[in-house]
């Protein structure tokens, strides 16, 4: 059981929070109102939408309390099998049993079975429904954890819901074969900005799980903060993550927090990429260690919300071994091969100096037998072998970047004016930016990776990511309000085929989340072009009352 199988009702929020426990009250209600009458699931009813989908109306299979998951007799197999036991459990009030068998089959229940089917890839999966059970196939545990999550979403959205409801648990019947587009699709969690807790980005990499997002990008370092302990320069965190934007108290991961999260997300199927942002974006380091300021001084905490004022020195040898020892460590910390050295907005360390400092860098990274990944005004330096520039410009006109991918760079697309999570909805959104443009989810969704930006051809495409700044969002509530309904969006982006992107389509399909979220206790924007079910109340996550305070870190920890 994960972060988001708690609903607010559950939360034990104190006093001091009253908009979070507001907020979470409105929801709950949100969500009784909102069981009966179910509204029935489509086969089709998928997001992301999957590659080929067949019904069978006469199909139809019902989950019961006599249902098992039978599972093959894989420790990596059992797993999923648990996992998805414990997601259907708490609705359902079922016991469904976990039961190896040597060649599972349905049963009355449901199956999962590793198959030697090349087809499917390293993360596809068939799902087939029939009435006498449901079996997930594919070549890998990955993409049974996929499978998993489709048919979460095709049981009815009550299955969301913490305590046991009197539902009829139909799955539509039918198969579905489906596997992503691209290899690499992901979102970004500024933790610098403001700082969020172990408990707030478990429940982040929960809400990536269920969208078949498979990267987790954490901006771990910026002006305001650093956030993440290096034994070897303790004072990064002690001193340089005390503070973050406004009058917060700021916090660092300790190891075993990151280990935390990096494990957490490994079970779900999600690689953590770190990133530590270099030259600039350091104000936080250089507090911390003033050696490593171009004056050597070290300056006072700054807590408001520019950019682009400060760097290391990259004309020291000391940078040099400060950007060794921390790379060093978190390297030796993350089990996956992306190492994300950030380098925009360095405005102020002169063209050739911050080429030759990249350049450098990139070969720090890469002893440590990672890949390195960078934003993309790392373009003008030299290659390095595999490395990735992760565009978030707004024309799709970038000659440097094209010239980068020439010399066999790849591009991970976060296009600021459609995949920024930070920017505001619609004029009134009370948080967020705007200097990229206001993105509804029409304009998050209506955009194509593979052909986005000028010179740079498909097969150079990683994949997609969608970036959350956080200078104006302070709690989970404002995360998941800036989230949905749009990182589904860019989930589809990700993962579905380009024949089948359309805009009506989506936003129908898209509806029906509302009062899964709802159930779930995840506050979300009730964007005016999806047509949500009639019978979904006002959201209680209008612009007018998400909560503009941090809720109480731990407010629903997991128990995982
Ligand atoms: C630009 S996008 C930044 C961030 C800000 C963001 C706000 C990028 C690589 N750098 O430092 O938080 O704009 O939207």
């Known amino acids: 059981m994960g972060p988001d199988d708690r609903a607010p009702g559950h939360l034990d929020l104190p006093a001091h929070a009253p908009a979070a426990a507001e907020l979470a009250r409105a929801a709950a209600r949100t969500a009784g109102d909102l069981l009966a009458p179910p509204t029935p699931v489509r086969l089709g009813d998928v997001v992301p939408a999957p590659e080929l989908v067949a019904p069978d109306p006469a199909a139809d299979f019902v989950l019961t309390a006599e249902s098992a998951v039978r599972v093959s007799a894989d420790d990596a197999v059992r797993a999923v099998g648990e996992q998805l036991a414990a997601l259907l459990r708490p609705a359902t009030g079922f016991p469904l049993p976990v039961a190896d068998a040597t060649r599972p089959e349905p049963a009355g229940g449901i199956a999962l079975a590793l198959v030697d089917a ?65 290899a690499y699709r992901g979102a970004m969690l500024d933790v610098a900005r403001h700082f969020f807790g172990v408990p707030d980005v478990l429940r982040v990499i929960d809400h990536l799980a269920r969208y078949k997002l498979n990267h987790l990008h954490l901006h771990l370092t910026d ?41 957490y997300a490994a079970q779900r199927h999600i690689t953590v990429v770190p990133e530590i942002d270099l030259p600039g974006h350091t104000h936080a380091a250089l507090t911390a260690y003033g050696e490593l300021a171009p004056d050597r001084v070290a300056p006072a905490p700054y807590t408001g919300a520019e950019v682009g004022f400060s760097y290391v020195d990259p004309a020291s040898e000391r940078t040099y071994e ?41 070969r720090i990274v890469a002893d440590t037998g990672k890949t390195v990944v960078g934003w993309h005004q790392i373009a003008p330096a030299g290659h390095a072998d595999g490395r990735v520039l992760q565009w978030w410009g707004t024309t799709g006109e ?163």
């Open 322 to 362: 400060f950007v060794a020892d921390v790379l060093g460590e978190i390297a030796a910390l993350t089990p996956g091969p992306w190492l994300h050295i950030g380098g925009d907005e360095a405005f102020k360390v002169l063209p050739d100096a911050y080429a030759a400092f990249v350049e450098r860098v990139q």
């Open 118 to 182: 090349a087809d499917l890839g390293a993360e596809g999966y068939r799902l087939d429904v029939a009435p006498d059970g449901v079996r997930i196939e594919a070549a890998t545990p990955a993409g049974l954890f996929f499978g998993a999550q489709t048919l979460r979403q095709l049981l009815p959205a009550a299955i969301e819901s913490p305590t046991p409801v009197a539902e009829r648990w139909t799955l539509p019947g039918g198969s579905i074969t489906d596997r992503p587009r691209f």
């Open 398 to 560: 970038d000659p440097v970047t094209a010239d980068a991918v020439r010399r066999g760079a790849r591009l991970i697309l976060s296009p600021g004016n459609h995949a920024y999570l930070d920017m505001k909805y619609a004029p009134d959104t009370p948080i967020g930016h705007d200097w990229a443009g206001l993105i509804d989810v029409r304009r998050a969704y209506d955009w194509d990776p593979a052909a986005h930006v000028a010179g740079v051809p498909a097969d150079a495409v990683l994949g997609v990511e969608a970036p959350l700044w956080t200078e104006s969002v302070t709690s989970r509530a404002e995360v998941e309000f800036m989230f949905f309904p749009r990182l589904p969006a860019i989930a589809e982006l990700g993962w579905s085929p380009r024949a089948a992107h359309d805009w009506a389509g989506f936003r129908d399909r898209l509806a029906g989340h509302g009062p899964r979220w709802s159930t779930a206790g995840i506050a979300f924007h009730p964007a005016p072009e999806v047509p949500w079910p009639a019978e979904q109340p006002a959201p209680a996550a209008s612009p007018a009352t998400i909560p503009t305070q941090r809720g109480p870190e731990g407010a629903s920890a997991p128990s995982a």
């Open 223 to 263: 002006d305001q903060g650093w956030r993440i302990a290096v034994d070897s320069w303790p004072r990064l965190a002690t001193v340089g993550g005390a503070f973050e934007v406004g009058d917060g108290p700021g916090g660092h991961y300790t190891r075993d927090d990151y280990r935390r999260i990096v494990a």
